[in-house]
């Protein structure tokens, strides 16, 4: 028989599914600026192209051949077709007449010859058969098609499904009229039963005479009574489909309780040219005969599904999905510090939610749906009033959050079939990749990928019972599919995809950063300050800095005020600062900044420089209120207005922190929850200190800045800008007190061949460079002394204060606008999560310049920041993810390749004693297996129902040479195995068995 | 019709195991030289005659079916002549009586009005039953106490056959018309169903000249006499059947009672005969213990004929059955 022919793969149904959830997941990334979750994409973006690939390279070089169908079947009842089925991988296939499908079946791969069992759907005569060929991929995420035609050698007449209703059946006796008796129509005569002695009443014909002569007493040959009514069905012919059909099965239910009668029976059709009536002896030959009529064709069923898609009697994947929104729904609540309602609803709900839908797995429960529609109007009016009377203190509020938690764990109870679970897997996704927006810590990795492993095994375990649902092939020659080999391909599959994303990665740039509209807010504690517009300190830290040794009352005794911790977690973060005092150095997290790129996270500028004090300027600005804030005029804006680029970055705070609201210059859009104080000088206060767990977003422009630009700009009376440069707004910034001469001139010496400002801060940098030593261990000026006079002149060895101080003065010497600023250095980049780390550590004191058309551009020469310009280029994920996964698995492999020896010891150990546990109770165990191995090394099959001699025969065919030793050996294998016990029969299969090895 | 007794008095328990040993071969080698006897006159169907000269080792009954003129009813001949003793012949016709098989109860010739026990042709050691589905039922069913416990009973009295007895039925594929088949009681007591199957081409061709066939069954001269026999018969139970061995033949036996295309599998009498049989099987290869491939090779005559399938009739569907349930039932391994 010819192959089928089949048409081109193409994408099915999931398919697009799978894309659009892969794309929001992508979109989502790229929004909120979440490395984790480009990695995730990126994984399952590989994975379902693996799969796409095998479910392509399976279905499409598929091939069936149709070898045998029933000639005549009952539409509804079983009917076997054999076929043979070859394929590279998995496939599942449908046959389907019409719409209605006959039969399905999945498959593994290889080529397979056996019978399936299906059943026809409606009357008629069945020439063609449409074939489905779907390439089953390990997680059924893309599952490609083929569909063709097979055309039946035999056309198969399909007759009617009988009707369980009654018909009336006409008698043919009824024909004769009622003086007649109905056996005058009896068939032929019944057979001869037996022989038995004469009774009254018998006919003397039945006497056997021969029986009776060898007896001498009357014997009679007795016959069965002859079978009593003939019945005849008639079906006549009309046009109506409808009742034709409706005759059609009454007829055939007709015929049936006919047979059952043990009648014979007489079905008369209407056929293209008059009637035929023919005696049927069973149903298929009426199903033949009704197929055959010259009825109108049955009307076409639609197709209801031939296997239901419930998920009944596996637990698995019901579990699995349920671990995958409680992942998601845990990474979730992670980021919301645990808010109490959503936590009991997730903890309790999600259990009892599972349960109830494995429980009503069959079918619906409308009590499950009325609590259900009730659960979710409920959680709905808690977000839409925004009500929560449980909020405890220190969670974080993110109402939309909590409501997909609680609707997803809702909708898990009704999850009865199969594309329901399949769904409640896409909204845990949405769970997780909201989480991944939510947090920056890089625990959300652990999570992301937890999710990941159970939702593909999730996937995989529904795509496997849909697979078993649909029933298999009974082959000829059975043997078990070998399962365990694909698990490694599996295995190696997956790795192959990790492997290809972290390389794709390297393609995809850093991406832009977060988007303004996913913009998260929120101050969970509202601290209100004393003072409108000044700074104030977080409540906490108050009393730990009594309690921690930095007693006020020490700061006098300790001249070197060494050590101490300032209550506002840096002693620049005040309104004024001496620059002789150092802070204790805090290594823990203080906040994680989400960037593209690393800029200074600025806090406090000062203005006013007293020979040793910091002091910052007086007027508090103006006070702005609302959420999503504007910042319109600092002083010292640059002259340009537009271009630049947009720089947003997102603050997350760990520790309580003081109302200082960090921002890269320049600052011009802030959303945060709390009334912000805009002042002048550049620094922003909100009106409410930020405790742990408080998000902002500052939008930044950042102006192009290179050192051509910068150069260009000049100097004060030099260059196109000279008359710029006295802006009188920017003398406050040349204050100055009465400077030790020497100070000056070193400045005037140092900046003096460099007409343009850029040129002489670099000239000082270098000088500070060569003549200065960072040092944390600096020497205290005496009182009196200049500060920066003493740095110069005597000690050389300060830290960030000191040099940013001495750069400032020695520029404002010389008439260059410069100011000291404090806030943070940008701190580690975390590739993963796409975030900086800030420590405390990171604090940092460095100097403002001001230019006329970039506005303050930051000089520092202790911390490596470079220039806004220099950073067009981002980088790409790929590459600091690499270099990070490297170190991890090199930090994994020195603990793991002691874990590996150990298993493998212990395997060993295991393997030892099961060995030896094996000998002994059955001597010959290790003799056998060695065999069995020796005659599938030589190319012989072993299956598992072959005796040991007919392995020999084999061993012998393939093999000639060892054909004796092989006979041997299998007949000493035997002698141990079944023989009477003899202990040297062990000895003697292994002397034979070691024998045959030589040979071969 | 002498009954004859046979008087087989088990090893002593010091030398069971050799005296067990040195029987079984005894028994192999009556096997071997009956197989060789038979092969004369059949040509070309070894495999075959090695089955059938098993099957009345192990004291069953033989049942050979297959198309007609394939030579079903002269390897029984052939069989019976080698086996030796008497010879009882009964050709099944449709109005046979059970009387005319196993005898009936008739007046005494001489005075007097007695009534004595007339015995039928099967009191003999060898009975072939040609064409045993010609025949109707009733006397089909004369044949259960026949086969199964080897008596007689007519008119109150118990009447024993002779032993060794063997009963070697010949019959035509249901398929073909004018046939009773066999009810499941009757074919169940048969412990073998043979299938001859055409010869192939050299054998063919060497009957047709004259080489083999039923010129050469005069020449055939018994190969024992029939207290050998008896004994060789007892010998074969001695056979040693290790546990593992009988587990195996009782998940053959599941298996074939529940799949689901079965709606009558073996029974235990099936399994016994099969057990049988694998031990002559084994005492003619020359072993005293009996091997997964004696059951293998003999599961599908012994097995077959008992199943009842739900969608087929006939020895031929029921054959596949069974060689698809030997397939999948994995062997004991050591």
Request: charged share 20%.
């Amino acid at each position: 028989m010819a192959p089928t022919r089949l048409r081109p793969c193409r994408p099915t149904g999931a398919a697009v599914g799978t894309v659009a959830l892969v794309l929001g997941a992508a979109l989502l990334a790229a929004s909120s600026g979440a490395t984790w979750l480009w990695i995730v994409a990126a994984l399952a973006a590989a994975l379902v192209t693996a799969g796409t690939a095998l479910g392509i390279a399976g279905a499409a070089r598929a091939r069936l051949v149709l070898l045998d169908a029933p000639r005549v079947a009952v539409a509804g009842e079983p009917a076997r077709f054999t076929v043979a089925v070859r394929s590279p991988r998995a496939i599942a296939v449908r046959l389907v007449d019409g719409t209605a499908p006959v039969a399905s079946w999945w498959q593994p791969g290889g080529e397979h010859r056996g019978v399936v069992v299906g059943s026809f759907a409606a009357r008629g005569t069945v020439e063609l058969l449409d074939v489905c060929l779907r390439g089953a991929a390990p997680f059924g995420l893309w599952p490609w098609e083929r569909r063709g035609r097979v055309a039946l050698a035999t056309p198969t007449m399909v007759g009617p499904a009988p009707s369980a209703e009654g018909a009336p059946v006409l008698r043919a006796a009824d024909e004769l009229g009622d003086d007649e008796r109905a056996v005058s129509r009896r068939g032929e005569a019944g057979a001869l039963r037996g022989v038995r002695e004469w009774s009254d009443g018998d006919p003397v014909s039945w006497v056997h005479w021969p029986s009776s002569a060898r007896t001498g007493t009357l014997l009679v040959r007795e016959w069965d009574p002859p079978t009593a009514d003939e019945l005849e069905v008639r079906v006549e012919r009309t046009a109506d489909p409808q009742a034709a059909d409706t005759a059609a099965r009454h007829a055939a239910g007709a015929v049936d309780v006919a047979l059952r009668r043990a009648g014979r029976v007489r079905l008369d059709v209407p056929v293209p040219n008059g009637r035929h009536a023919a005696v049927v002896h069973d149903r298929l030959e009426a199903a033949a005969l009704l197929a055959a009529a010259d009825l109108p064709p049955a009307p076409r069923v639609t197709a209801a599904p031939a296997t239901p898609s419930n998920v009944e009697g596996r637990w698995w994947p019901r579990l699995l999905v349920a671990a995958a929104i409680a992942i998601g729904a845990g990474a979730s609540l992670v980021a919301l510090r645990w808010p109490p309602t959503t936590t009991l609803v997730t903890l309790v709900g999600l259990p009892l939610a599972t349960w109830v839908s494995w429980h009503h797995r069959r079918e619906r429960s409308q009590l499950v749906v009325l609590f259900s529609a009730l659960a979710v109007l409920v959680a709905l009016l808690r977000f839409a009033t925004g009500i929560d009377t449980t909020a405890a203190v220190g969670t974080v509020r993110d109402p939309l959050a909590e409501l997909l938690i609680a609707i997803v764990v809702i909708h898990m109870a009704d999850a009865r079939e199969r594309r329901n679970l399949r769904f409640a897997l896409g909204s845990s996704a949405v769970l997780v990749f909201y989480a991944g927006a939510l947090r920056v810590d890089p625990g959300y990795g652990l999570w992301a990928l937890t999710w990941f492993a159970v939702a593909a095994g999730a996937l995989a375990a529904l795509h496997r019972s849909a697979l078993a649902d649909l029933g298999t092939l009974e082959r000829d020659d059975p043997e078990p599919p070998r399962v365990a080999p694909r698990v490694a391909r599996a295995v190696a599959v997956g790795v192959a995809s990790v492997g290809v994303s972290v390389g794709l990665l390297a393609l995809v740039p850093v991406p832009e950063g977060p988007v303004r509209v996913l913009s998260p807010t929120q101050v969970p504690v509202r601290s209100p300050i004393p003072t409108p517009g000044a700074l104030a300190a977080p409540p906490g830290l108050v009393a730990a800095a009594g309690a921690d040794g930095g007693d006020p009352s020490d700061a006098d005794a300790d001249p070197d005020r060494a050590g101490q911790q300032s209550v506002f977690g840096y002693t620049a973060f005040e309104p004024s600062f001496d620059t002789s005092t150092r802070g204790r150095p805090n290594p823990s997290v203080v906040m994680r900044v989400r960037a593209p790129a690393p800029d200074f996270w600025r806090g406090q500028t000062f203005e006013q420089w007293d020979g040793r004090t910091w002091t910052a300027a007086d007027d508090p600005g103006e006070l702005v209120d609302g959420r999503n804030t504007r910042i319109t005029g600092f002083d010292g804006d640059p002259l340009v207005r537009e271009g630049g680029e947009e720089f947003v970055q997102t603050y997350f705070l760990e520790t309580d922190l003081p109302n200082l609201v960090f921002a890269a210059y320049r600052p011009t859009q802030l959303i945060l929850d709390a009334d912000v104080w805009v002042r002048p000088d550049g620094a922003l206060r909100a009106d409410t200190t930020l405790p742990d767990g408080s998000v902002y977003t500052v939008v930044s422009r950042r102006l192009p800045v290179t050192d051509e630009i910068l150069a260009a700009q000049g100097a004060p009376g030099f260059g196109r800008f000279a008359s710029a440069w006295q802006d009188p707004q920017m003398q406050r910034y040349l204050q100055l007190p009465e400077l030790p001469d020497r100070l000056a001139q070193l400045a005037r010496e140092i900046t003096a061949p460099f007409p343009d400002v850029h040129g002489k801060v670099r000239a000082i940098e270098a000088w500070l460079g060569a003549n200065v030593a960072y040092d944390l261990d600096a020497p205290v000026p005496p009182d009196g002394q200049d500060a920066v006079d003493h740095f110069v002149f005597e000690g050389r060895r300060g830290f960030c204060e000191q040099i940013a101080s001495t750069l400032v003065v020695m520029l404002r010497a010389v008439g260059v606008p410069a100011r000291v600023a404090a806030g943070y250095t940008p701190g580690e980049r975390d590739p993963f999560a796409g975030v900086y780390v800030v420590r405390g550590d990171d604090a940092h004191a460095w100097a403002e310049v001001w230019y006329p058309l970039s506005g303050w551009q930051s000089y520092d020469p202790t911390a490596s920041v470079p220039l806004a310009g220099d950073t067009q280029s981002r980088g790409s994920l790929g590459g600091p993810i690499a270099a990070a996964v490297g170190s991890l698995a090199v930090e994994a492999l020195r603990w793991l390749v002691p874990a590996v020896l150990v298993g493998l010891t212990g395997w060993g150990v295991v393997a030892l004693v099961r060995r030896r546990r094996r000998t002994v109770a059955s001597p010959a165990w290790a003799a056998q297996a060695r065999f069995e191995r020796l005659a599938r090394r030589a190319g012989v099959a072993v299956r598992s129902s072959d005796p040991n001699p007919v392995v020999a025969e084999r061993l012998a065919a393939a093999r000639p040479a060892a054909a004796d030793a092989a006979r041997a050996a299998a007949g000493a294998l035997d002698t141990a195995a079944f023989g009477r016990t003899a202990p040297a029969a062990a000895d003697d299969a292994e002397a034979a068995v070691a024998t045959l090895a030589r040979h071969l | 019709m002498e009954r004859v007794l046979t008087s087989f008095a088990p090893p002593s328990a010091t030398a069971r195991a050799d005296d067990a040993r040195m029987a079984v071969t005894a028994a192999g080698a009556l096997g071997r030289a009956l197989t060789e006897a038979v092969a004369g006159t059949i040509v070309g169907k070894a495999e075959a005659i090695s089955q059938a000269v098993a099957c009345v080792l192990s004291g069953g009954h033989l049942l050979v079916e297959d198309v007609p003129g394939v030579g079903k009813t002269l390897l029984a001949q052939t069989l019976a002549a080698a086996m030796g003793g008497s010879f009882g012949r009964v050709q099944g016709t449709p109005d046979l009586l059970p009387g005319d098989v196993v005898g009936a109860v008739v007046p005494d010739e001489g005075e007097g009005w007695h009534l004595r026990f007339r015995e039928g042709p099967v009191f003999a050691n060898v009975v072939l039953f040609d064409e045993i589905n010609r025949t109707s039922p009733r006397t089909q069913a004369a044949l259960l106490e026949v086969a199964e416990e080897r008596t007689v009973s007519v008119d109150g009295q118990t009447h024993p056959l002779p032993v060794p007895f063997v009963l070697l039925a010949t019959q035509n594929p249901v398929e073909i018309a004018g046939t009773f088949p066999l009810g499941e009681g009757t074919i169940d007591r048969f412990a073998y169903a043979l299938s001859l199957g055409r010869a192939d081409a050299a054998a063919e061709r060497a009957v047709l000249l004259g080489d083999g066939g039923r010129d050469r069954l005069v020449s055939v001269a018994p190969v024992a006499e029939p207290p050998a026999l008896a004994a060789a018969q007892e010998a074969v139970r001695l056979v040693h059947v290790a546990d593992v061995l009988a587990d195996y033949v009782v998940r053959l036996l599941d298996a074939t009672r529940t799949h689901p295309r079965v709606r009558l599998g073996v029974s235990t009498r099936g399994g016994i005969a099969l057990v049988r049989l694998a031990q002559a099987s084994a005492a003619m290869a020359g072993r005293d213990h009996v091997t997964p491939a004696d059951v293998q090779a003999l599961a599908v005559g012994a097995l077959a004929h008992r199943i009842v399938l739900a969608d087929a009739r006939g020895l031929v569907p029921a054959r596949d059955l069974v060689r698809e349930v030997v397939a999948a039932v994995p062997v004991p391994r050591p």
